[in-house]
Structure formats: structure tokens, C-alpha cells
């Protein structure tokens, strides 16, 4: 049984912590522990000294927003050993640096990046979109073109969890009331729970993210929610989804954000152009459109303000995205 973490818990149990000793100078003292930014998956909190601050993160057995659905452990595992293949070749200015890591307590220990916003605001200014897009896409093709280990985590565990919630559970009918979340969402949703041969290609698309066929290092989750914006620089965090696979699966949720931030598919184009080098353009597209199509009529619900037609425009631009 490993030692829980949270808000409450005594800083003198904190500071206890071998992996947190290592990371204080004799005599230094934990003075707060408060919530960093709105983890959905993990307890990450912000811990502070008269010296210092740092970051400590620690996974459950469950989501952490959700704590109905079960999640791996080792999710933690998959973070760090993200954060040591980038390190190989010096260090990424735009990820936090690694202050330590605890396998048996699930908790790793990053620098603080500082008070920091994540870039959900791009859903309410897409004018961000230009300020943002050229060091994204240089830093999704750094990560894809690192060399990561032959032991790298295949996380299989979490990439099934993701599954369900990305190629499967929005494309059926399941007790989640798209209603609830505005009236006539489920009305919309109907063609894509209906069609045969939509799914046909979203199950292939799907397969092809549960292999381990992959030989590319992805993140796994890059969306607003996962880049913070601070003093003026960009920052890419919570990497616990990442596995060995294809780099169109970044490029096509970052892409997919985008288009729901701006109403425009153009910005599928504009990331190529940035990204500039080889990639299958259809194989992006189709995931964007997966991407736009769960995030309106899943569960995995966004900050996104739109009026119901809103919402049709940008169904009809994933059906497109996904059948071209």
C-alpha cells in the first residue's frame, strides 16, 4: 500500500518522503501544499518552501475528475519515462525538468513552471491559434523525431482506457444524456451513432492506435489542455498517455482543436506547413475529425461555448474529415 497524497495530507508526511528529501537543502521546511491547475487524471500539487517550489504529481487507480473509471498506475511510469527519453539529448525548454521520481508511491517531482494558465482561452480567441502553432508543431516533431528506448512503456493499459472513450463509446448509444449537456446535442449526434460505415473506418483508425506497431514517440494527449502558457513561452505537460506509435495521432488532435477553436479546417493545413516533414495527410485528417466528433458528443466534454448550430457546423466538418 502506497502513501496518498493530497492537499490535506501533513507536510511533515510529505517532507518524510525519500523522493522529497532529496529534493530539500538541510532545514528546509514545506510551508503550503495547494491544487496546481485542474488535473483531470492525477493529484498534482504545488508544494512550497522559504527557498523554493516544485511540483509533485501522483496517480490513483482511477481517474482523479472521474473517480468512477478505473485507471493503471503506471501511468506515472509512462510520464517519467517521457520525460527521460527527451532528456537524452539535453534540455526540452519547452517541458518541466524531472526533480525525482518514487515508483513505489506512483509520484514524480517536477520544476515549477509558475503561475500558469493552460491554453483552453484559444476555444474563446482563436486568434491564439497563430501565436501558438509554429512552436507546437516544432516541438510535436522534436518529440516524434526523439529515439525513444526499446523498453519505452507500450501503456497499453491506459491506450485501451483512452479507446473507449475516443474510437468507441461516442460512435454508440451508452446512458451519457448528450441533452443534459445542451438540448438537441443528441439529436445531432444520431448520424454518427447510426452508421455502419463510419464506424467501419473509425474501428480501423482505432486498431491502428491499440497496436504497438508504432516505432514513433508521441505524447499521446496534445490538446490546450496539456500546453500552459507562461510569461509569453509555451510549455507541454502531462505526457502519461504517450506511447511508441504514429505521428499523425498528435497532429490530428492538436489539429482538431484548432479547427473547434476557429470553425476553419484550413488549420489542418497550416500544421503541415509548419510541421514540415513527411506525414499521411488522410490518416491526420480522419483522426482530427474522430477528435471533433468525441469531443462534441462524448464525454470527455470541453470548455467550448457554442450555440447548437455551431455545434452541427463543426459535426459536418468531422463527418467530412473522417469519410474524405
Known amino acids: 500500500m502506497f502513501t496518498y497524497i493530497d492537499k490535506n495530507t501533513s507536510f511533515a508526511t510529505i517532507e518524510k518522503l525519500d523522493v522529497v528529501q532529496k529534493v530539500l537543502s538541510e532545514g528546509e521546511n514545506i510551508l503550503s501544499a495547494e491544487i496546481a491547475g485542474e488535473g483531470n487524471m492525477n493529484v498534482v500539487l504545488r508544494i512550497t518552501t522559504a527557498r523554493n517550489s516544485f511540483i509533485l504529481k501522483q496517480s490513483r ?23 527521460s527519453a527527451l532528456s537524452q539529448g539535453g534540455d526540452r525548454e519547452y517541458l518541466p525538468k524531472v526533480l525525482g521520481y518514487d ?8 520544476s515549477d513552471l509558475g503561475a500558469a494558465a493552460d491554453c483552453t482561452s484559444v476555444y474563446k480567441d482563436s486568434s491564439e491559434i497563430k501565436q501558438l502553432v509554429s512552436s507546437l508543431c516544432a516541438y510535436a516533431k522534436d518529440i516524434h523525431q526523439t529515439e525513444a528506448p526499446a523498453s519505452f512503456p507500450k501503456n497499453q493499459a491506459l491506450k485501451t482506457l483512452n479507446y473507449q472513450h475516443i ?21 445531432l449526434a444520431k448520424p454518427f451513432k447510426h452508421n455502419p460505415s463510419l464506424q467501419n473506418t473509425i474501428d480501423q483508425i482505432g486498431k491502428l492506435y491499440l497496436s504497438d ?13 496539456s500546453w500552459l502558457a507562461v510569461n509569453q513561452k509555451t510549455y507541454v505537460i502531462d505526457p502519461e498517455f504517450s506511447f511508441k506509435g504514429f505521428a499523425e495521432f498528435d497532429l490530428g488532435v492538436m ?44 464525454l470527455a466534454q470541453l470548455p467550448l461555448e457554442r450555440t447548437l448550430q455551431e455545434k452541427k457546423e463543426l459535426l459536418d466538418i468531422a463527418y467530412e474529415l473522417i469519410t474524405a
Do not use: C, W
Not at 63 to 72: E, F, G, H, T
Not at 167 to 187: R, T
Not at 213 to 225: A, K, M, V
Open 213 to 225: 506497431s508504432g516505432d514513433t514517440l508521441i505524447h499521446g494527449d496534445y490538446y490546450p489542455g
Open 167 to 187: 474510437f468507441a463509446l461516442p460512435f454508440i448509444e451508452n446512458d451519457f444524456d448528450l441533452n443534459q449537456i445542451q438540448e438537441g446535442l443528441a439529436e
Open 103 to 110: 515508483p513505489e508511491n506512483y509520484i514524480l517531482l517536477l
Open 255 to 298: 489539429g482538431a482543436h484548432f479547427i473547434m477553436a476557429s470553425s476553419s479546417a484550413e488549420d489542418l493545413s497550416t500544421i503541415l506547413t509548419h510541421y514540415n516533414a513527411p506525414i499521411d495527410e488522410q490518416l491526420l485528417r480522419k483522426i482530427a475529425g474522430i477528435e471533433i466528433s468525441r469531443r462534441l458528443i462524448g
Open 61 to 83: 487507480p482511477f481517474v482523479q475528475k472521474y473517480q468512477d473509471i478505473n485507471a493503471p498506475l503506471e501511468r506515472i511510469h509512462t510520464e517519467y519515462s517521457f520525460y
